[in-house]
């Protein structure tokens, strides 16, 4: 990764409502620390991070930096952004603001990620960097286990999927920054909407590859999935030589 620049884009601005209750779920606690600076210090402790945006809503910004951000003591340096009206719009305001940090775009990598992914592996992290480097974009899937149904407007079932070449998608997805610049650009231009952002990439024509993802990298989106997190914190403590 030598002379790569590594910047992670880390997008928190939804509001979180399918989790349920006054607080969004990017701030909720998670074992005495709230789920976002989990997620940012996982980031943190990789040598090769640059520095790091945060993506959060424009209302949070001052309150996220002075009450969560600056008591935690980063290593790297975090910049905040105010997000857009849609998850599109918010990465989109990630990567101007890496933009005017990059020392050179076309050298420099940039992993958007869930800010409520807050087990991404520096494993995971290397493979898609390394893959990334050599092909402008690289994401983490999981093979799809469960049997796939299409179904028609009234939920009747119209056939079974074949599920051998369909994936999950995670986060982070990693791409050489000038090049997820210039497909957010032609989204814009287009009227293009992507569900992910390597969608935005796939629609300007770019290559996309992928690598196994983790099954502990969940998104905390459900109140289900806290109890799951707290099963994955248990086990990955548990791991750890004493």
Do not use: W
Not at 14 to 23: E, K
């Amino acid at each position: 990764m030598t002379g790569i620049q590594c910047i992670p884009i880390v997008v928190a601005a939804g509001r979180g409502t399918r989790m349920g209750g006054q607080i969004q779920k990017q701030y909720m606690v998670l074992d005495n620390q709230p789920v976002l600076i989990r997620t940012l210090d996982r980031f943190d402790r990789h040598k090769a991070m640059d520095r790091m945006v945060l993506v959060v809503p424009e209302q949070d910004v001052e309150v996220c930096m002075t009450q969560m951000i600056q008591p935690r003591g980063f290593t790297c340096l975090v910049h905040p952004v105010a997000g857009g009206n849609n998850r599109q719009a918010s990465v989109q305001n990630g990567i101007d603001k890496a933009m005017a940090l990059a020392r050179d775009p076309a050298r420099c990598l940039v992993l958007i990620h869930d800010g409520v992914r807050p087990f991404v592996s520096r494993h995971l992290m290397d493979r898609l960097m390394q893959t990334a480097l050599q092909t402008g974009g690289c994401i983490p899937v999981l093979a799809v286990t469960d049997t796939l149904k299409q179904v028609d407007t009234r939920g009747r079932i119209v056939k079974t999927v074949d599920r051998t070449r369909m994936f999950r998608a995670q986060t982070p997805q990693v791409f050489r920054l000038d090049l997820i610049s210039q497909a957010m650009t032609h989204a814009v231009d287009t009227g293009f909407a992507g569900t992910d952002d390597a969608s935005i990439m796939e629609h300007a024509g770019f290559r996309v590859e992928t690598v196994p993802g983790d099954p502990a990298n969940i998104k905390l989106t459900t109140p289900h999935d806290l109890v799951l997190a707290r099963h994955i914190l248990a086990l990955q403590r548990s791991d750890k030589p004493s």
